[in-house]
């Protein structure tokens, strides 16, 4: 189920499923992990908790899944309630990446983008 954010722009993020199985491509991308507010009676719907951006995800997978986790349990969240969108970006620098994070992080203002600093 692929889902859409971006109000000034629509970008398409392919869903990969729950976080912690999560097997990331060797791919530069733009990525969101989400929860779900209302599983039981809206369970398409997805909150954004934050937006990253990385050259290679395969790479960096190990430390989203870790940083990602411990902002998400700060708050009283358990790991398996998260979920993964990717944005595949081949071909771009990291500039626009960061753009594109940047742009969403505006609009959205994930929570856990508060600790991006840390990411």
């Known amino acids: 189920m692929p889902i859409s954010w971006g109000r000034a722009e629509k970008v398409t993020f ?6 912690d199985q999560w097997v990331a491509e060797p791919t530069p991308a733009v990525y969101a992990v989400t929860y779900q507010k209302d599983p039981l009676n809206k369970p398409k719907s997805h909150t954004v908790l934050f937006f990253g951006e990385s050259e290679d995800l395969a790479q960096q997978q190990t430390t989203i899944k870790h940083q990602v986790c411990d902002a998400w349990n700060r708050e009283g969240g358990h790991s ?6 990717v944005c595949p970006m081949k071909g771009s620098t990291k ?3 960061i753009k594109l994070q940047q742009q969403l992080v505006l609009e959205y ?3 856990a983008n508060v600790y ?3 990411y």
Do not use: Y
Request: hydrophobic share 35%; aromatic share 10%.
């Open 14 to 19: 392919s869903n990969c499923g729950a976080l």
């Open 80 to 85: 398996n309630e998260l979920f993964v969108f």
């Open 95 to 97: 500039q626009q990446r």
């Open 109 to 111: 203002q994930p929570r």
């Open 116 to 118: 991006a600093e840390d």
